[in-house]
């Protein structure tokens, strides 16, 4: 079985979305998302120039061969759009596959190994009030694991805050913080990490006092704190029994994550920014972490994505896929097949898609009693209605940036 054809798709019914859409000589179609938030058309390009030209008349089987063949005859690698348009094809090519099996993806890579998928929500508030009702109402749509974000005294604007906009925009039906904004330049954000560092643990001894100690609770520092300021939220932030603890400090620098270890039993998870196990090294081998945040859209695709977790098992660290709506839900739903076959699957973010997303990809997975499921149709098991993704065209869109009190810019 050959490949005929390649198209990117792009849409915009809720935000960007990159799809790739490859059909073989038998009529197979199957899907990749490639969707790289902000940077959306660095990876059509890559696609359409670089890569597209090179699959036709592949042979769709060998997906493990056109991986290393894409990786490696690139000469240039790793990299955000590299491993995104890699993602792309690698889903696209499971995809297929398991539709010619007639199999979903899941059972390709070994079956399941839970009977759900375990997911967490992002409730958020500037201030307690609506924070509490936020959690509440992610409780009653069935959330199990809950992340929160508040404002922070002082500060104009805070990453991880749904807009009263955002809700009546999506009809009080669903909301999450959609970090990404349509615009020609990027929105400037303030922050003070002192003011934050402060508020952090009142925020959590509210949420606890309101919600009792069970609930799983996860929170975001978003690459914000230096390693010595990470140390210290994780340590002022134990008697709150975290899930886990986010994106604590840039992590480009894997030894930071030594300093932070040392003096804090606060789960930590990191990785949405990575793109290959390298990586991950080191914080893996010297288990730094204990959640691996990638998702398969931006780190090579469900192949390379499961080589970094059964890297990470080895060190008994578990999964923590990135699961935003800048995740289109064919990402989405080629992680739910990656972890529900995996044994080290920890949990699963699930940013609700918009309306307008779910009428342009036409998705069966499930989602009951707090647990995600991919469904039994064969492949992915999404399908892209091109008729409804053509009404969507391209805006441009981006994430904002960060600037401290006299100016400096600062990590968003
Ligand atoms: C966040 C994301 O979901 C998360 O954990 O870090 O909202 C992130 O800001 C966006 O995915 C960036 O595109
Ligand atoms: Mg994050």
């Known amino acids: 079985m050959h490949l005929v054809k390649a198209d990117v798709v792009v849409t915009s019914p809720d935000r960007n979305f990159v799809t790739l859409r490859l059909e073989t000589d038998e009529g197979i179609v199957g899907l990749g998302d490639g969707t790289l938030n902000g940077r959306e058309l660095a990876v059509v390009a890559y696609l359409q120039e670089h890569v597209v030209p090179l699959l036709i008349g592949r042979d769709a089987a060998r997906i493990e061969d056109t991986w290393q063949f894409l990786y490696r005859s690139a000469y240039w690698r790793r990299g955000p759009v590299t491993m995104a348009a890699i993602a792309a094809v690698d889903t696209a090519l499971w995809d297929i596959k398991g539709k010619a099996a007639e199999m979903p993806v899941y059972q390709l890579l070994g079956g399941a190994s839970r009977n759900g998928l375990l997911a967490y929500g992002h409730a958020s508030g500037k201030e307690l009030p609506e924070l509490f009702d936020s959690i509440r109402e992610h409780q009653a749509q069935g959330y199990k694991a ?62 606890r006092n309101e919600f009792g100690p069970e609930l799983p609770l996860l929170h975001d520092a978003h690459h914000r704190l230096t390693p010595i300021q990470a140390a210290k939220l994780g340590k002022s932030l134990e008697p709150y029994d975290l899930f886990w603890l986010e994106d604590v400090t840039p992590a480009e620098n894997q030894e930071a994550l030594r300093l932070v270890r040392q003096h804090t039993t606060t789960p930590l998870a990191i990785g949405e920014i990575f793109n290959t196990v390298w990586d991950y090294q080191l914080i893996i081998r010297e288990q730094l972490i204990d959640y691996v945040r990638s998702a398969v859209t931006h780190t090579g695709g469900i192949t390379h994505l499961k080589k970094v977790l059964d890297y990470a098992s080895q060190y008994q660290i578990k999964s923590g896929m990135h699961g935003p709506t800048d995740i289109s839900p064919v990402g989405l739903a080629a992680q739910m097949h990656l972890g529900l076959a995996i044994h080290n699957f920890g949990i699963q973010e699930y940013m609700q898609h918009g309306e307008r997303t779910d009428q342009v990809f036409e998705q069966s997975f499930t989602w009951q009693d707090g647990l995600l499921h991919p469904g039994d149709k064969p492949g992915l098991g999404v399908d892209l209605n091109l008729e409804e993704a053509a009404k969507y065209p391209y805006q441009r869109a981006y994430l904002p940036f960060n600037r401290l009190a006299d100016g400096t810019v600062h990590d968003w």
């Open 146 to 207: 809950i992340r929160v974000q508040t404002g922070v005294p002082g500060l104009k604007s805070i990453y991880g805050i749904a807009s009263n906009a955002t809700y009546e925009a999506n009809e009080g039906v669903r909301y999450d913080h959609e970090p990404a904004q349509r615009g020609d330049l990027p929105n400037e954000e303030d922050w003070d990490t002192r003011s934050y560092l402060r508020h952090v643990p009142t925020v959590f001894e509210a949420v």
